[in-house]
């Protein structure tokens, strides 16, 4: 006779992959998936090089400048690893139990890569600059400065914005305000709603006793598109504005360098079944993350 699981093996790996494509993933908003075939990458990618933005040009010949590489460390990719194991009579008076063990672990699997790129996330204000020698993914840059101390309110977030919609990118050029959302931990969850979800803010002082103001975050032109929970801050009084834009403007890189796998084995001694899945990822930080990401770094 058959042992057991081996007509279940086909239907869990197909739930198992099913699963794992169907996560919706509110971490991809920050970090662009990358999944190169090579032993390491760069820390940082090719850029055009402080100055040299663009110039008046007469018609004649232009002397080129060099694509510049800067930083030379290269990143290799961690590998992860889970093993689970059931024995053949559990999974005998458990129906369903392979194919429920196989969708818990591709739930798993999505959790692992979110937690690498909120972990980062939470790390920025204490995260060296891949490309700019002696200052933080947060500092105070020649370009304009996209850290903040304030705790979140209706003034910090808009002095967050008005910080970004002048700042500029390493060549001297404004950087678009467009495509933000507002990244929050937890505890400030609601708040961060009520900033950017709510059509107007209840009468304050500072309106002069009148009316409710117009919220100036709801809108299509604000600049900014929502709010996520980030559940990995490192304080529960930190926040951020981080352009999802595209996948260019994203400050991370989320580096899948092997995929997600599940490979099943049974034990010929037990005839129990060891689930093992792995993958090998590393986050990377972008040359230019500092021209879309503001981070407010509340002691």
Known sequence: MANVFAPLLPTAIEVFYQQLASKSAAFEKIA???????ASLKLAEL?????????????GDVTPGDFTGLGSTAVSSQAYKKQMFISKYDAEDNPMVVADIASRLADE?????????????????????PTVAGKKI?????????????????????????????????????????GYNLFVPPSLETMGKQLIRSVSYPNSPTNGGESDIINSFNGSDSGIVGVEVAPLMSDSNDWALICGASDARKPFD??????????????????????????????????????SIFYSSVA
């Open 138 to 178: 947060c500092d105070a840059h020649t370009f304009g400065t996209n850290k903040g101390t304030s705790a979140l309110s209706l003034s910090s977030l808009n002095a967050a914005r008005v910080a970004m919609r002048g700042y500029k990118n390493h060549d001297g050029d404004i950087v678009p305000f467009e």
């Open 47 to 59: 850029r055009t090089g402080g100055s040299a933005g663009f110039g008046t040009w007469d018609g």
């Open 109 to 129: 699997a999505a959790y692992k890569l979110g937690r690498l790129v909120w972990t980062a996330l939470g790390n920025v204000a204490s995260t060296d600059h």
């Open 254 to 291: 989320l580096w899948l360098r092997s995929p997600i796998e599940l490979i099943p084995t049974i034990d010929p001694k037990t005839q129990g079944l060891y689930f093992n899945v792995s993958f090998r990822a590393s986050v990377l930080v972008k040359p230019d993350c500092d021209t």
């Open 32 to 38: 662009r998936m990358r999944s190169d075939p090579v």
